[in-house]
């Protein structure tokens, strides 16, 4: 990534025993200038998904990495756990009994 002299896109994850810092340099500042405001904005509107994705892929390995490291010392999962694991992602409509 290259170096910029403008303020990057930045989200720091923390956990307990690490932090994690996810960047990305943006090519234009923000500015009372319409046209340079728009730029900035359009580049913005780029790179949140860019970091919201880098972040899901950081936080998936996370819990693989977690997911076998319990396994390794014996410990499974809950079938809520499991059956949550299964629908991520998608809506789940639960029926009345």
Do not use: C, W
């Not at 990305?24 to 913005?44: C, G, M, N, R």
């Not at 790179?47 to 996370?62: A, G, H, K």
């Amino acid at each position: 990534m290259s170096s910029s002299p403008f303020s990057p896109l930045r989200a720091v994850y923390t956990a307990p025993q690490s932090t994690h810092t996810f960047e990305h340099h943006l090519a234009s500042s923000p500015s009372q200038d319409v046209q340079a405001k728009v730029t900035y904005l359009s580049e913005l509107r780029k790179l949140v998904p860019t970091l919201q994705n880098d972040i899901n892929v950081f936080l998936t390995e996370r819990m693989e990495e977690d997911k076998k490291l319990a396994e390794a010392q014996g410990q499974k999962i809950s079938a809520k756990e499991a059956q949550e694991e299964e629908n991520y992602g998608e809506e789940v409509v639960e029926e009345d009994e």
